[in-house]
Nanobody, 124 residues
Framework: HVQLVESGGDSVQAGGALRLSCSYSGISGSYCLAWSRQAPGKEREGVAT????????YYADSVEGRFTISRDGAKNTVFLQINSLNPEDTAMYYC???????????????????WGQGTQVTVS
């Protein structure tokens, strides 16, 4: 049974930084781990992906250079470092996972088997 639990969301001022965490369990084998976000009134947007057993990462063009996805395999945790926050980053941020899929495609198709509950990021 796969579980994903996000944390780290907060209300911050523009220009600040946050590190989101996603603790996962029940994952074995190769998975694509992802962060997505959904702003009010907008569609969910994939922002970054990383393989559960590797270091290759992919980013949406809109966040390239400001967002960094990483993982700690020993702690079963995936992180999203967000720098230079701006109000357009305000959204619910979700952690997601899909087994045996390419992370490049997953980032664009947003088709994951498992989702967390989300953590809210508000930038003013």
């Amino acid at each position: 049974h796969v579980q994903l639990v996000e944390s780290g969301g907060d209300s911050v001022q523009a220009g600040g930084a946050l590190r989101l965490s996603c603790s996962y369990s029940g994952i074995s084998g190769s998975y694509c781990l992802a962060w997505s976000r959904q702003a009010p009134g907008k569609e969910r947007e994939g922002v970054a992906t990383i393989y559960s057993g590797g270091s290759t990462t992919y980013y949406a063009d809109s966040v390239e250079g400001r967002f960094t996805i990483s993982r700690d395999g020993a702690k079963n945790t995936v992180f999203l470092q967000i720098n230079s926050l701006n109000p357009e980053d305000t959204a619910m941020y979700y952690c997601a996972a899909a087994p045996g899929v390419g992370c490049y495609t997953a980032l664009r198709r947003q088709k994951y088997n498992y989702w967390g509950q989300g953590t809210q990021v508000t930038v003013s």
